[in-house]
């Protein structure tokens, strides 16, 4: 893995010069199994970062409640770092403190915080999945009315919250030395009920300093038919007015996040272990040859 990280920072470095830092990064996680305990991810980032020293790697950390302190101490000590499994707002203001915070730990310790890179990675289609589940479980025209729609107002509302944050006077006084934003990045964007459009969660999460990561088949979907205009700051009110219906009805969102948070968590896990035993299947095979 470290190998493969290696050769993608290698190929993506050009970008990274030639943007002044801002694109061309590459990630690499910790291992899942460490995503509820701060002291363990804080080692493994330092142990990451340690064996992969170069300016365009992100060590990814999960925002979980024993994650984001490890996330502040790493900003602190000036490391790179992608924030995933966002999944609530809540939980993302604590991510927006954490950079800041440790942003201004570092500063003050004489650390150049223009080499500190961040993006805060809120998982979105997953918030439709588990949502729609819970409206269908309510039944009624209301509830169902609102499928499909949770994920891209939670969304638009998170992205207020990074753009609310930029004007406070902590903010201004980072980027004056140099300090660059944490960007918003909008993952799981493939549409997983097919009923709904599959550029759904491009086009309608479009805006500056954001970043959408994309398989293949959204790639080539968004491509074809996508429309490219900016609809992050659009209709706000309206995201507002979707989450207070769908707190009317039943359905906490505070909740939701927390459910799809263990179940990102396990996942991943899931998805490590499997490819560790994929290639200690493999690493036997070939010993024994």
């Known amino acids: 893995m470290i190998d493969d990280v290696r050769e993608a920072l290698a190929l993506l470095r050009p970008i990274f010069v030639d943007s002044g830092g801002s694109d061309g990064f590459a990630s690499i996680e910790v291992a899942p199994e460490l995503a509820h305990d701060t002291h363990g991810t804080v080692a ?14 992100l060590v990814k950390i999960p925002a979980t409640a024993e994650g984001v302190p490890a996330i502040k101490a790493m900003i602190a000590e ?25 942003l201004e730990y ?39 009315s609102l499928r499909g ?3 891209i107002a939670q969304a638009k509302l998170a992205y207020q919250l990074f753009r609310d944050q930029l004007s406070d006077e902590r903010w201004t006084d980072l980027e004056a030395r140099g300090a660059h934003l944490q960007r918003p990045l909008w993952a799981s964007t493939s549409t997983k009920n097919a009923e709904y459009p599959d550029t759904l969660y491009v086009d309608n999460l479009i805006g500056p300093n954001t970043v959408n990561t994309l398989p293949e088949t959204t790639i080539a979907a968004f491509e074809d038919h996508g429309t490219i205009a900016c609809t992050i700051n659009q209709d706000v009110d309206g995201a507002t007015e979707v989450l ?3 707190a009317s009805v039943g359905v906490d969102m505070e909740e939701v996040g927390r459910t799809l948070e263990d179940k990102g968590v396990t996942s991943f896990h899931e998805s490590f272990a499997h490819v560790l035993d994929t290639l200690n299947t493999q690493a036997l095979q070939i010993s024994r040859r």
């Open 244 to 246: 207070d219906m769908l």
């Open 44 to 57: 493994a980032a330092r142990n990451l970062n340690a064996q992969i020293d170069e300016p365009n790697l």
């Open 78 to 102: 000036g490391r790179s770092i992608n924030v995933t499994l966002i999944f609530s707002l809540s939980r993302y203001r604590q991510v927006l403190e954490a950079y800041r915070s440790g």
């Open 106 to 144: 570092y500063a003050d310790s004489g650390g150049d915080v223009g080499a500190v890179h961040s993006v805060a990675s809120f998982f979105v289609s997953r918030v439709d999945t588990e949502v729609d589940r819970r409206l269908e479980e309510v039944g009624t025209a209301e509830a169902l």
């Open 149 to 151: 729609r949770a994920a």
